[in-house]
């Protein structure tokens, strides 16, 4: 069956399983069965193991809410849906239990700095326009932001040891209404929001990816990091941030642990 092409216009999809596994159902298992699986997980994550996609990322799930998790990275949603399918087949019938999906798209933010606004930067800097540092300094931002702009939307995620990953909204309750703030005001709120953000850099790395009209929130929040300290530390900082603190809405958090087929087997006792 010839499945329909449905590229977007830039940027990849992403999806975001959890799982728990039925340890009866596991225990029920032909010997061998389990090594099988394990084995058709590895072929398959080797498979796709690209730098950005496609690619098929594992982990434990830490804290109960799941054992199993993955990310996913496909350019076309008909191939996403085939990883997805592909992935699950790897178990034996009746041994996975879904907790929770998401599906989202990488995106570019509208509140990234344009050509007026670097030049305005550059301006309150004292450069010259027109003047060798001035070209030098408007050809190192345009080019900042064009790598920016390419990692947001097709992200090479590092294979760093923890995963948190929680969907997020911004409000719309009475006076504490995102959308109904004209832009140049959200604007200079998101630019606080980044400000913070990048202090972390070194020590967290983020994937915001868009679910407007695709899933139940409007964004998922995949944060990477080398410790769960980094990650604490982040989440309760921004959210002394307006943006957060007057205008976000959280769903549950799911902390994991990056692990390939073989070591998860041994840390799920499978």
């Known amino acids: ?6 590229k977007l216009d830039q940027g990849i999809h992403v999806m975001h399983l959890f799982y728990r596994v039925d340890r009866v159902a596991w225990a ?5 069965e389990s090594a099988r699986a394990q084995q058709r997980l590895e072929t398959l994550t080797t498979q796709n193991a690209n730098p950005s996609h496609p690619r098929i990322m594992s982990y434990a799930n830490i804290g109960g809410k799941a054992d199993l998790a993955f990310i996913l990275f496909a350019a076309e949603l008909g191939e996403i849906g085939r990883l997805h399918r592909a992935l699950e087949a790897c178990f034996p019938p009746g041994t996975l239990q879904r907790v929770y999906t998401y599906l989202s798209v990488t995106e570019l933010s509208e509140y990234m700095p344009t050509e007026e606004d670097n030049k305005a930067r550059l301006l309150a800097e004292k450069l010259e326009p027109g003047t060798e540092p001035y070209e030098k300094r408007i050809a190192e931002l345009a080019a900042s932001k064009k790598e920016y702009e390419h990692y947001r939307l097709y992200p090479e995620m590092p294979d760093w040891e923890v995963m948190s990953f929680y969907p997020m909204n911004k409000r719309r309750q009475g ?3 995102w959308y109904v703030l004209d832009f140049a005001t959200r604007k200079k709120l998101m630019g606080g929001h980044a400000r913070v953000g990048r202090k972390y850099g070194g020590r967290v790395t983020q994937l915001i990816s868009g679910s407007t009209g695709i899933d139940d929130w409007e964004w998922g929040v995949t944060l990477m990091a080398h410790q769960v300290d980094a990650l604490k530390e982040i989440v309760y900082e921004m959210r002394f941030d307006e943006v957060s603190a007057r205008y976000g809405d959280f769903g549950e958090f799911y902390i994991n642990l990056r692990l390939g087929p073989a070591a998860l087997w041994d840390h799920l006792l499978l």
Do not use: E, I, S
């Open 1 to 6: 069956m010839t499945t329909p092409a449905a």
């Open 28 to 32: 029920g298992l032909a010997a061998g």
């Open 175 to 177: 006076a504490d209404n």
